[in-house]
């Protein structure tokens, strides 16, 4: 399900929304070239918690999924499986 529009205050509405990685870096990674660092970033805890096998939602939040041209950071949430089957979510 593609990301909804963003708000005149230029955030996603208020809410849980579901996208692949592909979805978030095409809306929001590369408008500036601080946000291409910013999402160098995410694309390596992206790449470093999949590489577990364990990953289930990524959480993104913060200004780097708003239209802000100069995200310091991205806020990610990784949430991970453990060997009996329950979620545990680590905010990095």
Sequence with gaps: MPLPPLNREGE???????ATMDEVLTQFGDSTPQRQA??????????????????TPLVISG???????????????CCCTHRQGK???KKN
Excluded: F, M, W
């Design 87 to 89: 979620k545990q979510c």
């Design 12 to 18: 996603l509405p208020e809410g849980v929304h579901h």
């Design 38 to 55: 910013v999402t160098a970033r995410l694309r390596r805890i992206y790449q470093l918690a999949s590489a577990t096998g364990k990953l």
């Design 63 to 77: 200004s780097y999924v708003t239209t802000k041209p100069h995200p310091n950071d991205v806020d990610v949430r």
